[in-house]
């Protein structure tokens, strides 16, 4: 099994690496990395925390990028070229064709984020700002599992609608997972039960992308204990499992 | 004992005028190491039927058993191939990096020795190296029947394999097929070109508006007719004459 996964992870790896819109996305990061050196310069007394605030953010954007636009396209393209009646009458089951395009496409992130993450830490050793690299880190792994989880989403999207509709909607579920406070506030300000209700099976039913944000708190120098890294991780897991098994039936069914 | 074996397999495709039938009620019996020719004119149903067989497509109704099991059985899929219609491939690959993702899903042992094997055996070693997007239309047949033959199957499935090929590439690829039927695989393929089928068929299935036709040997279907494809349009015109 985790052969046949790695195999079409491998495959997916190289394919989304071959992607021109890929290598794009990482020359735009790499631009607003450097571009943050003169921001830097310009504001007053901030230099380290723009400098770390422009780099986060643009290895984060990259992240969601492709995990939103490349991710999109993975099942699609595969259903559009018929490349998958070679590949799904082989002895594979449908969930190892999800797992290893999860992984591929993982992969994928994991390499551009670690070239644009040496860009930053580049910069800020020439800048000479120190004591921010394990929070950044911190950051970035975070970030990183949350662009899984748009992955996952944009592969289960994918293999329903088209490739615009798929990064729509993904989009759209990206939005919402970070205005989880602000459904709350409308959930405790309304009075029907009925809405309540609704609103409250959504709440819980989306993704709540905001526990991944600690980028403000790394550029004020706070970081979150271990106590909450794992909440976090152990959300990530069930999540992730989550759009696994919904990925998983929505392929299941699908007839080529 | 019978390799293939469809008992009263139905697809039927949702419409907005309601369902609409590919495949009505079909059963076929393919005896092992047999090279069965599907027969049928556009939109009969063969690719249809095909895509069931594979695991491609789920039938409406009916049940199909290839080598005593289902097509959705993993150990069953270990054990067969399958080379779609144009078969379309992930271009930016070499032939040989194709066909090591091939055996890297059936998790083959001596993988270089056997696609090596492979590529000898349809021809395209002197092009294995290059990318696919280089690729001929009869190069690309030769790379999907090399990634059908990858698994050393016992049966194969292959959907028109002759289809858009020059006279040198059918003479080819039959001249493969025959090496095929010489180790005893069972064949099953769909095809419009007849003339091709006479010459390597044990048996023809004829299917048309998704019903069976006929199915005999080549020799007892074209008794009485000059040729097979004659006793083709004869079949069919009299059926469809039939039906109205």
């Excluded at chain 1, 499992?241 to 039936?249: E, Q, T, V, Y």
């Excluded at chain 2, 393919?30 to 249809?48: C, D, R």
Aim: include cysteine.
């Amino acid at each position: 099994m985790i052969r046949r996964v790695l195999a079409i992870a491998i495959n997916t790896f190289r394919e989304t690496f071959r992607d021109r819109i890929l290598w794009s996305a990482l020359v735009v990061a790499l631009v607003i990395i450097a571009f943050s050196l003169f921001v830097g310069s310009i504001s007053l007394g901030q230099e380290a925390r723009m400098v770390v605030d422009f780099g986060v953010a643009a290895i984060y954007v990259l992240q969601i990028f492709i995990a939103i636009f490349i991710g999109s396209m993975l099942i699609y393209k595969e259903m559009e070229r018929k490349t998958f009646y070679l590949i799904i009458p082989k002895p594979l089951r449908r969930e190892e064709i999800i797992a290893g395009k999860c992984i591929g496409l993982s992969a994928t992130v994991l390499t551009v984020t670690a070239l644009s993450t040496l860009a930053l830490f580049t910069v800020l050793f020439v800048e000479g700002v120190h004591g921010f690299y394990l929070p950044i880190l911190l950051s970035i792994a975070y970030t990183t599992a949350e662009s899984v989880l748009l992955i996952l989403l944009s592969i289960l999207f994918s293999g329903l609608t088209s490739p615009i509709l798929s990064a729509v909607y993904t989009t759209a579920f990206y939005l919402i997972g970070h205005s989880s406070e602000t459904l709350r506030a409308i959930i405790a300000a309304t009075d029907s039960t009925f809405t309540k209700g609704v609103l409250q099976t959504a709440y819980y039913i989306l993704p709540n992308l905001e526990k991944f944000n600690i980028r403000n708190e790394i550029v004020y120098g706070t970081h979150p204990d271990v106590r909450s890294i794992a909440l976090v991780a152990i959300y990530f897991v069930c999540y992730a499992i989550f759009l696994f098994l919904l990925a998983r039936a929505m392929l299941e069914r699908k007839e080529f | 004992m019978e390799s293939i074996v469809m008992k009263g397999l139905t697809k039927e495709y949702d419409t907005a005028s309601g369902p609409v039938a590919a495949v009505r009620d079909l059963s076929l019996a393919i005896p092992s190491g047999n090279v069965f020719g599907f027969l049928g004119p556009n939109g009969s149903g063969k690719t249809t039927t095909m895509k069931m067989l594979v695991g491609l497509a789920r039938p409406t109704k009916g049940e199909i058993s290839i080598l005593g099991g289902s097509p959705s059985d993993i150990e069953v899929r270990k054990q067969f191939g399958f080379m779609p219609e144009s078969p379309a491939f992930y271009l930016y690959l070499t032939g040989r990096e194709f066909l090591k993702l091939i055996a890297d899903i059936f998790d083959l042992a001596e993988k270089e020795r056997r696609i090596s094997e492979v590529l000898d055996e349809v021809e395209l070693s002197h092009s294995a190296d290059r990318q696919i997007r280089t690729y001929s239309k009869g190069m690309l047949q030769r790379l999907g029947l090399a990634q059908a033959l990858l698994n050393d199957p016992k049966v194969l499935f292959l959907d028109e394999p002759l289809d858009g090929l020059d006279p040198l590439g059918r003479s080819d690829i039959k001249r493969i097929f025959l090496r095929m039927k010489e180790k005893r695989i069972t064949i099953f393929f769909n095809s419009h070109i007849l003339a091709d089928v006479s010459e390597i068929c044990d048996l023809v299935g004829i299917i048309d508006q998704g019903s069976l036709v006929a199915f005999d040997t080549p020799s007892r279907l074209t008794k009485g007719s000059s040729d097979l494809e004659t006793a083709f349009v004869d079949m069919i015109r009299k059926k469809r004459a039939n039906r109205t």
